[in-house]
Every structure is written in structure tokens, then in C-alpha cells.
């Protein structure tokens, strides 16, 4: 009788054991109430002078609400949203490109939209063929200072035969265009479109023209840090919701009114 004594409590404290650590797993397979994500300046995409804070928050702030998760944006530099989402600071970053600078600290949502990286050119101008041989010797590029330059003209530049100048105003890029100051300038096609409509200035209008190849075509997504608990959940529950809005239209419907916008 003793032994059988011994034996039921100890089973009823594994069972306890047992009950209490399927209830933390439980807990922990739900995301939380409340998600922080970093933001940047880059309109018409993001910006916290924008309306809703641009589209970038809109997909996301009306994602996660589907869900129940309420989002908060904190506007920041990129490099350091980067850096504080890498350490858990806060739980994300919205939105970013391409995947190197993440892949290993992140978790990358579906893509929320793409973008085309486009040469831009006067209109007056022939479309440049920087795919011919020695094409490109003597252009002078624009860019957007902290922007890298496309693999089609690195090579040229590395050798010295593309002139970049690199500026801190999309503005800045517009007026050394029109003034041929530069022969084109390298730009996503939704973001040169944009400082076009916030120039102010008719004439820029028409003046532009994108060459008809894209540079390269991104995606740019919700990256979700690797260094909380609960990332995982978030990217699960973030991209059942994109899934939902783009199975509906809802989607397809938010990106073409963006584009409407900057015609």
C-alpha cells in the first residue's frame, strides 16, 4: 500500500506537469495583442506625412485587423530599423526589397507589392541601349543617395566609363534631369512618378519618359525579426490575412488606386 501511495502522486504530478506545459505551448502559438513595426521615408509607398501613413501601412494595418492585432509604426532611418528589429527591439520592419541584408535575422512575409526599377530618361531622348557594347561610356547617372547601383551598369562604372551622382532629393534628380545636368536617372517607377505630382511643376509631366525595360522587378515584403518568441505566429498570421485581401481583390484594389493617384 505504501508503493501504490508513493505512485499516485507522482502521476498526478506529471499529469500536472504535463497539463501546465501544454498550456504554455498553447499560449505561445497565438501571436500577440499588439505588433510594433519600423517604418521609413519613401513615398508615395510609406511616409508618416502621408495619409494613413501611406499604402504600406494601410495593407498592413487592415491585414492584421483581420486578426485582431492592432499595429503600431515607428518611423525611423531604414538602416537603424533594420538594426533594432535584427535585436528584437521591436518586431519587424515594413516594408523592405530583396533579401540579403535580412534572410538570416528575419522572417520575410508574402510580398505586399512589386516594384520596377526603372532608367528614366527625357522624353526628347532615344531610349539609351545600355545593353550594347560600349553603350554606356560617358553617362552620367542619377540616383538616390544610399540607393546601389543595378548589376547593368557596375561593371562600367567599376572601370570608370558611368559618372554617378548620388543626391539626397528626388527633386534634386527631376531639375538635373530636365536640365541635362544627367543623362538618366535610376529610380523605382511609382517613387519618380511621385516626385513628378510633388514638384508642382506641369512641364515635368510630360518631360519624363521610363525606358521600356525595367532594370529589375523586386518584392517587397513585411520582415518579421527572428529574435522574438513569437515571430513565427506573426508571420502566420500576417500572411493568412495578404492571402485573404488578395484573394478578395482587396489587394489589387488598394494598388491600383495608389497608381491612379500619381497620374
Known amino acids: ?78 538602416a537603424r530599423a533594420l538594426e533594432q528589429s535584427k535585436n528584437g527591439t521591436i518586431d519587424g520592419v515594413a516594408a523592405w526589397g530583396g533579401w540579403r541584408t535580412w534572410a538570416s535575422t528575419h522572417l520575410g512575409s508574402d510580398p505586399l507589392f512589386q516594384g520596377d526599377l526603372v532608367l528614366w530618361q527625357r522624353a526628347d531622348r532615344k531610349p539609351l541601349d545600355y545593353e550594347s557594347t560600349g ?57 519618380f512618378l511621385s516626385a513628378i505630382k510633388e514638384s508642382g511643376n506641369m512641364v515635368y509631366s510630360s518631360a519624363f519618359a521610363p525606358h521600356p525595360k525595367p532594370l529589375r522587378t523586386s518584392l517587397y515584403r513585411v520582415i518579421f525579426s527572428k529574435h522574438t518568441s513569437y515571430a513565427y505566429q506573426l508571420w502566420q498570421a500576417f500572411n493568412t490575412a495578404l492571402f485573404q485581401m488578395r484573394e478578395s481583390g482587396r489587394l489589387r484594389t488598394m494598388l491600383h488606386e495608389l497608381d491612379d493617384s500619381l497620374r
Open 135 to 191: 553603350a554606356t561610356k560617358g553617362l552620367r547617372l542619377g540616383n538616390h543617395m544610399g540607393e546601389s547601383l543595378p548589376c547593368q551598369f557596375l561593371k562600367a562604372y567599376e572601370q570608370g566609363d558611368v559618372e554617378l551622382l548620388q543626391v539626397s532629393s528626388y527633386q534634386t534628380l527631376l531639375d538635373l534631369l530636365f536640365k541635362g545636368r544627367i543623362d538618366a536617372v535610376i529610380c523605382n517607377r511609382r517613387v
Open 1 to 78: 500500500m505504501k508503493s501504490c501511495r508513493v505512485i499516485i502522486p507522482l502521476v498526478l504530478l506529471v499529469l500536472l506537469l504535463l497539463l501546465s506545459a501544454g498550456t504554455a505551448n498553447a499560449e505561445e502559438l497565438h501571436p500577440p495583442a499588439k505588433v510594433v513595426l519600423a517604418t521609413g521615408e519613401w513615398r508615395p509607398y510609406v511616409s508618416p506625412d502621408l495619409e494613413d501613413g501611406g499604402i504600406v501601412c494601410r495593407i498592413i494595418r487592415e491585414a492584421f485587423s483581420l486578426s485582431g492585432i492592432e499595429v503600431e509604426f515607428r518611423p525611423m532611418p531604414w
